[in-house]
């Protein structure tokens, strides 16, 4: 099985920064893209960013400018330096990977247990 520990929520204020941190663990032969998403409640879960194996990266317009996704394959983790951060980010965020378990196939999609940002005005 595939295990997917996020760190690095919290409260901060309007104008500062976050940085999310993920890391993959269990029975994996590859990752293929990673990202973050985040939901409020009752809504759908909606992209953040996604960041390919090869370092390709897609942002959804209201992450553009302000926050950064990165990953590190030999560690298996994701991260997204958020910055400038605005109160209509409070959300809860939930990091996402593709992941291979065996040498063939498409892999399984996994999610992590999600992590709140709040930012207060």
Known sequence: ?????????GLVQAGGSL????????????????GWYRQAPGNQREP???????GRT???DSAKGRFTISRDNAKNSVYLQMNSLKPEDTLVYYCYARVMTKSWGLGDDYWGQGTQVTVSS
């Open 48 to 54: 953040v960013a996604v960041i390919s194996s090869s």
């Open 58 to 60: 897609n942002y959804a």
């Open 19 to 34: 940085r999310l941190s993920c890391a993959a663990s269990g029975t994996i032969f590859s990752i293929n893209n990673m």
């Open 1 to 9: 099985q595939v295990q997917l520990v996020e760190s690095g929520g």
